[in-house]
């Protein structure tokens, strides 16, 4: 029963940059695989970028790549996702994901536990 907190969206001007953080409950965190997904209103929730439980492999949307950077600590039990070069097509809500397996899936579905989710929103 992992809980998962994501924290650092806000209001950022085009071209500009954040970063997230989704904090994990438990240390069982270091054995998954973890995603970080997005939907914007009237939007199907879609895939971001993930990261294998050792964060020794990645893979991003094409949409956010060369932009995103998914990262994680796995002493702190905390996933990152850092982005650069925001447009206003990356206004949404973003979400954390757990999968309870290590390696790396793309589909909403295989992923067990969600955070709650925090607003990124990116002005023109």
């Known amino acids: 029963q992992v809980q998962l907190v994501e924290s650092g969206g806000g209001l950022v001007q085009a071209g500009g940059s954040l970063r997230l953080s989704c904090a994990a409950s438990?240390?069982?965190?270091?054995?998954?695989?973890m995603g970080w997904f997005r939907q914007a209103p009237g939007k199907e929730r879609e895939f971001v970028a993930a990261?294998?439980?050792?964060?020794?492999?990645?893979y991003y949307a094409n949409f956010v790549k060369g932009r995103f950077i998914i990262s994680r600590d796995n002493a702190k039990s905390t996933v990152y996702l850092q982005m650069n070069i925001l447009k206003p097509e990356d206004t949404a809500v973003y979400y954390c994901?757990?999968?309870?397996?290590?390696?790396?899936?793309?589909?909403?579905?295989?992923?067990?536990?969600w955070g709650q989710g925090t607003r990124v929103t990116v002005s023109s």
């Open positions: 994901a757990a999968r309870t397996r290590g390696i790396i899936s793309t589909r909403a579905y295989e992923y067990i536990y």
């Open positions: 438990e240390r069982t965190f270091s054995s998954y695989a």
């Open positions: 990261i294998s439980w050792s964060g020794a492999g990645t």
